[in-house]
């Protein structure tokens, strides 16, 4: 349940615009830096298959396609703090669907 009030607040702040609350957060580090409270977990498997409302979760991530997954697992090992992120929170990298950025600079990682 958790995770699907984080997807809603993430979805929230991605349709609100924040275009110069972006700019501002804007760094020039070569490496993301993110904190733990930044990365939303959504087991999509679980939510499709459950008696659930999934309209939250966009169809892109809840009918991947070759392309998208690929696009998300070249994301994690271009990513180095991301792929520590999702060791530590025991995540197998090869469950992963896709991966979107919130307008707060949190990723959502979307699982199958």
């Not at 924040?18 to 020039?28: D, H, V």
């Amino acid at each position: 349940m958790r995770t699907v009030i984080k997807l809603a607040l993430a979805a929230a702040f991605s349709a609100t615009s924040l275009g110069g609350y972006a700019l501002a957060q804007t760094t020039g580090s070569v490496t993301p830096m993110m904190s733990d409270d930044m990365l939303t977990i959504v087991n999509v498997g679980d939510l499709t298959n459950a008696n659930t409302d999934t309209s939250s979760i966009p169809a892109t991530y809840r009918k991947p396609s070759p392309q998208t997954i690929a696009n998300a697992q070249a994301e994690i090992q271009n990513d180095p703090a991301l792929f520590a992120m999702l060791q530590a929170k025991n995540v197998i990298i090869e469950n992963v669907i896709g991966i979107q950025t919130a307008a707060n600079g949190g990723k959502i990682v979307y699982l199958k």
